[in-house]
């Protein structure tokens, strides 16, 4: 008797068991909630697709959770202006998605506020959607009484955001639809000393807006970061931002703004045809700035792996810009093309330190001058490995403790290069750089004054800067031991040469070296070409 009575309280004991972990599984997994603007109806519990909601107002007055699930029938448009303050868990996150089959779901909305705004959230994954908003902006990240963690949006649409002509700079600090961007972390400026951590932008197309990615943090009591004395500064950086495999095109304004970041990695993006407001009056008079993919206050970031190309806007409209208390960060294996300049960095006061361009290539990047940095200066700036063509004026001046190596500058007609003649008393090195139509620096190491030897002439083709095998470039360049593994075309580190490419050189389709005449003659018309420039900036 006592055995049947011990068997059966171990099965109960068992049975009980399973049950109580059957009820921790489904609250681990959260609940569903399911929209289906054609055929749900706000009556319904919401709890499967068959008994769906119509649109989001049930929603506002839920508490989401670990787990919990919004989903949004595919093909299906909703009006969203939706305000998020809750966290999932790093294991159990919240998800804002998509189910059925079909399009994506369009969440949108007519007023000038923001189709998702995620304060004080962590945890949440919104993926599989569709976003636009006419007179608003997509999505506002901002933390308001705490640091936020592990958001990550993924494969998201965002389109048709205020894409119109302004005449000055677009206001960064009111949120995503005051900035007409498609995403808004924080603002500019911020009086929030929470930051934005482990956030991750993925796999996402924005399209016909404004903006795209604006990311901005929190300083000091000023909230500004143009302190003279730096010891007044005292930021609070969004760390581990990761924004891969985005793709901005057909923008008014900027793709990515890296600001107030620390270890930010942005890879794998294009940004094509953005920067489209040239950002001048009826006289020219330059009246705002734009660039793409740039940093502002940002510290050990780095953008790589980026094609930027078409930027129209005559202040700035350049690939490479570290702004406003930049350290420590690198651009790399970048593709520039047809933009009004390559480089143009802006340090404030004590100017920036240890900042690098490596194995990046620039074609036709010549509607302005290129400058490597300001009044201010760069300190400690390394550029080496670069393929510059057909690039317009080109500064290389107000560089300090600097490394300028390997570099190939092929110099579109009539551009000049400037440059501190002190530049050795400044600790600066340069040295086997080849340069083209225009004459190299006196004190530049063993540099040459040469036709590179690319494969073809085809300005439209990347490919066609890899080196000859007969350049004379080939092993011209010095070692530079920095840990890279790969040039700019993903050729093995195997050849110190000079320019981007560092393999052992390849069949040219067009290539014919400069007979001793042409180089004669190039040489004397550089060296008018230099005097002419000389006597003109005496003269100005």
């Known amino acids: 008797m006592k055995k049947s009575i011990s068997v059966i309280l ?18 681990a997994q959260g609940r569903s909630y399911y929209i289906d603007s054609a055929l749900g109806n706000d009556l ?19 508490s989401l959770g670990a787990g919990d699930k919004v989903l949004f029938k595919r093909g299906g448009t909703y009006n969203c202006e939706l305000t998020l303050t809750c966290s999932g868990t790093k294991e159990n996150p919240i998800i804002i998605s998509a189910y059925g089959e079909g399009n994506k779901p369009v969440l949108t909305t007519d007023s000038k506020t923001e189709v998702l705004r995620l304060f004080d959230c962590s945890y949440i994954t919104v993926e599989d959607i569709e976003l636009t908003a006419h007179n608003g902006g997509g999505i506002w990240i901002d933390t308001l009484e705490k640091t936020s963690y592990g958001i990550s949006i993924c494969n998201v649409a965002m389109h048709d955001i205020q894409n119109y002509k302004v005449n000055s700079r677009d206001n960064l600090g009111a949120g995503a639809a005051a900035a007409r961007a498609c995403v808004m972390v924080k603002g500019l400026p911020s009086h929030s000393r929470y930051a934005v951590n482990d956030l991750t932008i993925s796999n996402c197309e924005m399209y016909d807006c404004g903006n795209g990615i604006s990311i901005w943090g929190s300083w000091n009591d000023e909230q500004t970061p143009w ?5 007044d500064i005292d930021p609070v950086f969004n760390e581990g931002v990761l924004v891969e495999y985005c793709d901005f095109h057909d923008m008014d304004a900027e793709a990515i703004i890296v600001g107030m970041c620390n270890g930010a990695l942005v890879t794998h993006c294009r940004s094509i045809n953005c920067c489209q407001g040239e950002g001048t009056d009826e006289n020219g008079k330059v009246l705002y700035y734009t660039a793409a993919m740039w940093f502002w206050g940002s510290v050990n970031s780095t953008i790589e792996y980026c094609e930027i190309a078409g930027q129209k806007n005559v202040g700035d409209g350049m690939a490479v810009d570290f702004d406003s208390y930049t350290h420590n960060c690198t651009y790399q294996y970048i593709y520039s093309h047809d933009n009004t300049r390559f480089m143009c960095n802006c340090p404030n006061y ?9 194995y990046c290539l620039s074609v036709n990047d010549n509607r302005g001058r290129s400058s490597m940095a300001g009044s201010a200066g760069e300190h400690g700036f390394r550029f080496y490995n670069n393929t510059l063509v057909n690039c317009g004026e080109l500064q290389m001046n107000n560089v300090h403790d600097a490394l300028i190596a390997n570099n190939i500058f092929v110099l579109a007609e009539g551009a000049t290069i400037a440059y501190d003649v002190d530049a050795p008393f400044k600790n600066v090195t340069f040295t086997n750089n ?22 073809s002439e085809n300005t439209g083709d990347k490919n066609s800067f890899i080196l000859s095998a007969d350049s004379p470039l080939i092993g011209a360049g010095i070692k530079i031991n920095d840990g890279l593994t790969e040039d700019f075309f993903g050729n093995e580190l195997d050849s110190c040469n000079i320019g981007c490419y560092s393999g052992t050189g390849a069949e040219a389709e067009e290539y014919q070296p400069e007979s001793g005449f042409g180089m004669i003659v190039r040489y004397i018309v550089n060296i008018f070409k230099f005097l002419y420039h000389e006597i003109s900036v005496i003269i100005d």
């Open 10 to 27: 171990s099965i109960a004991v068992v049975f009980g068991s399973l049950a109580l972990l059957s009820v921790l599984a489904g609250a």
């Open 44 to 62: 319904n519990s919401g709890t499967s697709p068959k008994s769906a909601w119509k649109s989001i107002e049930n929603l506002k007055g839920l």
């Open 227 to 231: 302190c003279e004395n730096e010891s």
């Open 350 to 358: 004590s100017g920036h330190h240890n900042n690098t361009v490596r």
């Open 434 to 455: 080849c340069y083209y139509n225009y004459l190299n620096p006196a004190f530049d190491l063993n540099s040459v004054n040469c036709l590179p030897g690319f494969v």
